[in-house]
């Protein structure tokens, strides 16, 4: 498995390039620098990615929804069998979407992953 690969399987989100500063590395998702991640290297030389939630959670999450936000919003109308013109989604923690009715009540916490080149959303 390519390192592209791996990573985009850790961080669950779809990334198009990385690139390596020895220790860490930046992650591109839509031509846009998401982020960075550092590794160490374990015997065998495989990198161990640190894809910890205090790294995650500075991610922007903005910029790979923004790409991505009619498919989200799609199926979270599917998952909340609510039609798409009738809840607002608030942006939350990396992968995190909050989900609220035209009144801005809180309706539901919305988990985003991004596996088998396809998002999935659950509560």
């Known amino acids: 498995m390519e390192e592209l690969e791996r990573v985009q399987l850790s961080l ?3 990334i198009e390039k990385i690139i390596d500063f020895g220790t860490y ?9 998401i982020g960075e991640v550092p590794y160490i290297i374990t015997e065998g030389s ?3 990615y640190d894809t910890d939630i205090s790294i995650t959670n500075n991610f922007s ?3 790979v929804y923004r ?3 009619e498919i989200l919003k799609e199926q979270v109308s599917k998952l909340l069998q609510i039609p798409e013109n009738n809840f607002i989604i608030a942006l939350g923690t990396f992968r995190n979407l909050y989900v609220q009715d035209l009144e801005g009540n809180f309706i539901s916490t919305i988990h985003c992953f991004y596996e088998n080149n396809c998002w999935i959303v659950r509560k």
Do not use: A, F, Q, R
Not at 25 to 33: A, K, R
């Open 61 to 63: 999450w903005l910029s």
């Open 12 to 14: 669950k989100i779809p």
């Open 46 to 48: 495989i990198k161990k």
């Open 67 to 69: 790409n991505y936000s």
């Open 25 to 33: 590395i930046e992650v591109y998702s839509s031509g846009v620098n």
